[in-house]
DNA sequence: ACCTGAACACCGTTCAAGT
DNA sequence: ACCTGAACACCGTTCAAGT
């Protein structure tokens, strides 16, 4: 039961280089190159990561426990829905930008059974606390699926962004789920 | 510039086994196997299709036309937005099924550079001559990317749909495009 | 002018051998 | 218990040789 010492600091080296390759290339990540990166065998990488998506869910595990916190704060805000949207915008803004990086988790949290999905679930049910505050005040719509709506934000097309790294079009989806 | 008679027989065996392997298929397709099941050589393949983006642009090529007429055809509508709101449903239901290809079909939608993109000009202005008019009426909110919108229902995550192929979620942009 | 398929490269994945 | 890297498989892409 106990972890090793090298095991655990070759986890780290992983996560390390799987944060400088998203970072870096807009496009693609060869999973391979992780272990290269690391300067570790690529059976290492296997062992701590079976599949790309883990290492996805790893790598963004940070940012779904700052969402989480977020959510858990707002709860106690005096207006729901703006609650709601003020989360949605933070949400929308986190760089998950490295383009296929965003797409893949959009396809995830969507998909009940991947890696990424399963480690978002106190996040979304935070949220999905939130928005039914605004629903029970009858500011928002009752027929919004909390999974489908963060998984449509987070692929958003990434193209046209403004400065701030938020999406025009995410006005678009928040005026669609008020009441 | 006379086109050979069997190059022309070949890019139509080509589009048949593309058809059959993305209507199977929920996944991926294996570019190499779309030459293997129309039973001819790689080269062939490449020749008529540079990228697999190429070959899915000419199997989309139908429906575009089939909703740039639809759209034409709308323009005569009394009701502008019922208009707008008819041809995204119609847009939304089309099965550009197969898993993949509808993600695909996003990316490509939103990237002008794309040969997906370029082979859907002609249904993307129809459609913005439908918004204008709804937009003139006062019904339609201005600030809304035309591209960007067809992206995002494209890329409509393809689980929850109901039993007709609409996407539940449709309703909340629909909402959210209103004045 | 077009077609073919061998040949190369790249990348994902496994596993026997090592520590 | 964990790490390594050779080995295999698969797939994308090119191109010299053929018709």
Known sequence: MAVRADALRNRETLLAAGRALLSRESAEIAFEDVAATAGLGKGTLYRHFPTREHLVAALLQERFDALTTDAEFLLGADYPLDAVEH?????????????????????????????????????????????????????????????????????????????????????????????
Chains 1, 2 share one sequence.
């Open 87 to 179: 989360w949605l915008r933070t949400y929308d803004r986190y760089p998950v930008s490295a383009r296929g990086l965003s797409a893949r988790f959009g396809e995830a949290l969507a998909d009940r059974e991947s890696a990424v999905s399963t480690a978002c679930v106190p996040m979304k049910q935070g949220f999905a606390a939130l928005l039914a505050r605004a629903q029970e005040a009858g500011l928002a719509r009752r027929d919004i699926d909390v999974a489908e709506l963060l998984a449509v934000i987070a692929s958003l097309p990434r193209l046209s962004r403004d400065e701030d790294g938020s999406s025009p079009f995410l006005d678009v989806i928040l005026r669609g789920i008020r009441a």
